[in-house]
């Protein structure tokens, strides 16, 4: 059938991914790297230069977050001056810029200052060692020419007056990009020690700098024009059946296990296995599949683990080995595995089955929340698992279109999305993990490395080049849809944001946090839009 949305409405999404193709969430392990800088000097500029030290790399490679560097640029420029009278005034001077577009979107642009220009960042920091009272005329020059013999050649003196150019000239510099430059990517590549070494107030000044820059998307097909064909992710009977299923787990949790005796494995068991397993046509073991005493729950196995593996273990024994055929669901993880077919060896070793308790209404009144009794429970748990179908399609939906928008847009993905976009997937992966109760924040801690963040990036590129595009895809969508975002629904998304950190004990950046929040509502926004605007056909679960 053919539908605008799914059941006519658009269910709260309670992941990141789920609401944007795009996760929101900011790693809370990345931090900044320190470096000594420091332009006492420049009053106006003071907290865009304690911006650049906070972000300088520890190899003294500076680099600093556009989003310092746009509001530079539209700050005015109060800039240092070598006279008697005042500290500062303003410097009218041209530089001179050398584009050079790289691959990826990214823009690099050579920055040279003339003399004219340097000299006077120069002679105001000298003038900072002079503990007389002020010169004037031409006893003014003689005494700049005696503290550039004294102090000229001192590194920091050279480096504080480096530090006065850059943070002057770079809104200049980089002002044909303000409103294209990606948010963080903007990075001086010259060396500040090779800056610093080469200084010379009396000839041009030149670094390189380089920024990513949002990439104009071409629409292969008009994204009004999408249609996307998804499977339910349940139905009734199937909902009903997980109701039952959950009845059990908490039987299970409220009975006592007993060996079993006389008879081989029947579903509802608990076993614990030898387990391995291989692929199919090649025999070649699984990494990470051998387990020496697993604990497998035949109840719930089908659902939880690996789909026909109880049904093929049927009527063992302990001591008993037997090989399974079995095919990983398609949204197993790693996806490399998903939908692969595979080969179990299965060793029984001991076999355990519940004495369960009576599944009746007093025990639905003390397990079920507000139940008055098994029947009632079972309605209710019903209900609300028609909910998370309801809200699992609805995220297929939503999968399915960032998928369908980034096939659709053709662009060159920027690199700094790429790693920013891994870096997200990595740490939302982590605290998922953390929640589920899988690992601990120490655990968490432990894996929140930089190598393990770019392991996970080559190993999920095609994916995450995907988002990437599926995201600038969304954002062009948004302004062509001239679609708003309201401080209300923005602020209540950053609390929703604020709590998940607070809950799991991370800290985190506010202002990035509400960055992420506007974009996250940009993001429903947009996917709003292509649910009522494209064509989406839901198949009923068979």
């Excluded at 609401?19 to 000594?36: D, I, K, N, T």
């Excluded at 430059?181 to 000839?203: G, P, W």
């Excluded at 020496?292 to 593996?309: E, F, H, K, Q, W």
Aim: glycine letters at 4%; hydrophobic letters at 40%; aromatic letters at 6%.
């Amino acid at each position: 059938m053919a539908v605008n949305g799914i059941a006519g409405t658009v269910l709260p999404c309670t992941t990141g991914r789920a609401c944007m193709p795009v996760l929101v969430r900011r790693p809370a392990f990345r931090s900044a790297p320190q470096a000594a800088m420091h332009v006492a000097h420049l009053q106006g500029q003071r907290r865009h230069v304690e911006a650049i030290r906070r972000r300088c790399s520890a190899s003294q490679n500076l680099s600093f977050f556009c989003g310092i560097f746009k509001a530079a640029v539209r700050s005015s420029i109060s800039t240092a001056a070598a006279s008697s009278q005042s500290t500062e005034a303003n410097v009218a001077y041209d530089i001179q810029i050398k584009e050079k577009l790289l691959h990826d979107s990214r823009v690099q642009v050579t920055v040279t200052v003339p003399p004219q220009a340097s000299q006077v960042y120069f002679d105001a920091i000298l003038w900072k060692k002079h503990d007389g009272p002020e010169p004037a005329g031409a006893q003014a020059d003689r005494t700049i020419k005696m503290l550039r013999m004294v102090h000229g050649n001192q590194t920091k003196i050279r480096q504080e007056a480096v530090e006065a150019i850059l943070t002057a000239t770079l809104p200049k510099a980089l002002q044909k990009w303000e409103d294209s430059a990606i948010n963080e990517s903007l990075i001086i590549e010259t060396q500040l020690k090779d800056m610093v070494k080469s200084f010379n107030a009396d000839k041009p000044f030149t670094f390189v700098v380089s920024v990513d820059v949002s990439p104009q998307p071409t629409w292969k097909q008009p994204y009004r024009d999408i249609e996307i064909e998804v499977d339910a992710a349940g139905n009734e009977a199937s909902d009903r059946e997980k109701v039952e299923t959950m009845l059990l787990q908490l039987q299970q949790d409220k009975s006592k296990l007993r060996i079993v005796q006389g008879r081989g494995l029947e579903r509802g068991d608990i076993a614990i296995c030898q387990f391995n397993a291989f692929r199919a046509e090649t025999g070649e073991p699984i990494p990470g599949s051998q387990q020496a005493n697993m604990r497998l729950n035949t109840a719930t196995a089908d659902t939880s683990y690996i789909p026909g593996l109880v049904a093929g273990m049927e009527g063992m024994v302990p001591g008993d080995r037997r090989e399974v055929a079995v095919t990983f669901p398609d949204n197993w993880e790693p996806e490399s595995l998903a939908g692969l077919a595979a080969k179990c060896d299965v060793v029984v070793k001991e076999l355990f089955c519940y004495d369960l308790i009576e599944l009746n209404d007093e025990f639905a009144k003390e397990n079920i929340p507000q139940s008055t009794g098994i029947e009632d429970a079972r309605q209710k748990l019903l209900e609300a698992q028609h909910l998370a179908t309801a809200e699992a399609t609805n995220n297929r939906v939503v999968e399915a279109l960032g998928k369908a928008v980034s096939e659709a847009v053709e662009l060159d993905v920027p690199q700094f999305l790429l790693r920013s976009t891994g870096e997200q997937e990595y740490q939302t992966y982590l605290l998922n993990m953390q929640r589920e109760g899988k690992i601990t924040k120490e655990i968490v801690t432990q894996l929140a490395t930089e190598a393990l963040m770019k392991n996970f990036i080559v190993h999920k590129r095609d994916y995450l080049e995907g988002l990437v595009r599926a995201s600038l895809g969304f954002d062009d969508i948004f302004k062509q849809e001239k679609l708003q975002a309201s401080d209300e629904e923005i602020e209540a998304e950053f609390k929703r944001a604020v709590a998940d950190f607070d809950r799991v004990g991370h800290e985190y950046d506010e202002d990035k946090l509400r960055e992420q929040a506007r974009e996250t509502i940009k993001g429903n926004k947009t996917l709003e839009f292509l649910i009522k605007t494209c064509k989406i056909k839901v198949n009923p679960k068979a």
